[in-house]
Every structure is written in structure tokens, then in C-alpha cells.
């Protein structure tokens, strides 16, 4: 029980920094003003619908951040335990580049980088 006093310290201050936040909210909040119900865009009007569709190719925009995105959560760990584990550590970070050049090859023979 004694391992686990600092996660319920750091829950408690968590929970008191939200109810801080609301409470600083409704401090400083304007109360009976009515609510406009629209996206600030920095005093722009509103052109379009909150919700209104992206064009296809910003889904494999997307896709390819998040491949390559995770390609470096991986390597961050790796470089600190590489020189422990040797070459089987280095054998499988090329195993796993290797499996997203092939992502990247396919991705790139399929049009995902062109915009037109």
C-alpha cells in the first residue's frame, strides 16, 4: 500500500487542479450573457459547418503522420537499450524500418504523395 501513496497524491492534485479550473471559470466567467454557439476563428465569421467533410487525401495525410509518427515512439526506447541487448536489438529496429520502407514504397507507388 506504501507504493502506491504518490499515484493517489498525484490524483488528488489533478482533481484539484480541474476543480480549480472550473472554479476560476465560474469566477471569472460572464454568467447571464447568452452564448453565440459558434467556433472562435479569431473574429473570422463562420463560413462552413463544424462538421462539414474533409477531402479523401487529408486521410492519408493522416495515415502516413501516423506511421511514421510511431516509427519514432519506437526508436525513442530503443536507442537507450540497444547497447544493453546487443545486435538482436538492432536486428529488429531494421526489421521493423524495413516493414515501413515497405509501407512507404507501397504508399508512394499508389499515388498517397501526389495532390493533384
Not at 71 to 98: D, Q, R, S, T
Request: charged residues 10%; proline residues 4%; negative net charge.
Amino acid at each position: 500500500m506504501d507504493s502506491f501513496w504518490p499515484a493517489l497524491a498525484l490524483l488528488a492534485v489533478a482533481v484539484a487542479g480541474v476543480l480549480g479550473v472550473y472554479g476560476a471559470a465560474a469566477l471569472v466567467g460572464v454568467g447571464g450573457a447568452p452564448l453565440s454557439r459558434e467556433p472562435y476563428l479569431g473574429g473570422v465569421p463562420v463560413t462552413e459547418h463544424a462538421v462539414s467533410r474533409f477531402h479523401v487525401r487529408w486521410y492519408a495525410v493522416t495515415l502516413l503522420f501516423l506511421a511514421f509518427d510511431m516509427e519514432m515512439v519506437f526508436m525513442y526506447p530503443w536507442v537507450l537499450v540497444v547497447a544493453e541487448k546487443g545486435v538482436h536489438a538492432v536486428a529488429e529496429m531494421f526489421g521493423f524500418l524495413a516493414v515501413l520502407v515497405v509501407a512507404v514504397v507501397y504508399a508512394w507507388r499508389e499515388g498517397a504523395f501526389r495532390w493533384t
